[in-house]
């Protein structure tokens, strides 16, 4: 069937780096983008990648493997604000298909 | 920055009443989507739009949910008669073909 798959939580220390999995299977890929969302607020456009490769854009980065249905998101150099849920969500047959939202707790 | 505009921010509505929320695209965005995100994160796409036609949507948006994109004024989803399980965000979102932006959403409550 078709699905968007990402982990629920992630934790990861100031000043490091996280990284942020997805996976995916869907009948179709027009790309796919990644959002921030903080509790109660709406997404936040990051990144939209369709080729392979690391898409580097500063303090957010992202990487697609189209072979292997499979993106991250990247986050270095690491600010307690960066605390919050980041949603993987992929472009077929006209619309967006998210994952769940990982929840990234960035600790002192 | 999105400069996708919606409203109201917040709505709140009795079971059987109806709920009608707005939403401003950008400028130049031919494509719209509306979404439902409940209390569990979980994103449901109810409909999206291409140029003021309806592209996709899903049984629910047929049956209870309208919604519309008419030229020169605010696209719009109305619930005819809402239920408790309408409780939720509903967001709208434009797209000038790859990237898809999101407003700051309607948050609905049926009481």
């Known amino acids: 069937g078709q699905g968007v798959e990402q982990p629920a939580k992630l934790m990861s220390v100031e000043g490091t780096f996280a990284r942020v999995n997805c996976t995916y299977s869907t009948s179709g890929f027009n790309g796919l983008s990644w959002y921030q969302q903080r509790e109660g607020q709406a997404p936040v456009f990051l990144s939209y990648?369709?080729?392979?490769g690391l898409k580097d854009s500063g303090h957010f980065s992202t990487f697609l493997s189209r072979s292997n249905g499979y993106s991250y998101l990247l986050l270095t150099e690491l600010q307690i604000k960066d605390s919050a849920s980041y949603l993987c969500?992929?472009?077929?047959?006209?619309?967006?298909?998210f994952g769940d939202g990982t929840v990234l707790t960035v600790k002192p | 920055n999105s400069k996708v505009i919606q409203t109201p921010r917040y709505l709140v509505k009795g079971q059987g009443q109806k709920a009608k929320m707005r939403c401003i695209p950008e400028k130049g965005h031919p494509v719209v989507f509306w979404y439902q995100q409940n209390k569990n994160n979980e994103f449901k796409f109810l409909i999206n739009f291409q140029n003021q036609e309806v592209l996709q949507q899903i049984d629910m948006t047929e049956k209870r949910f309208s919604a519309e994109c008419p030229s020169n004024s605010p696209c719009s989803l109305e619930i005819q008669s809402s239920e408790a399980g309408d409780s939720a965000l509903y967001l709208c979102?434009?797209?000038?073909?790859?990237?898809?932006?999101f407003g700051k959403g309607t948050r609905l409550t049926v009481v």
């Open positions: 990648v369709v080729l392979d």
């Open positions: 969500a992929v472009r077929n047959t006209g619309k967006l298909t």
């Open positions: 979102a434009s797209s000038p073909n790859t990237e898809v932006f």
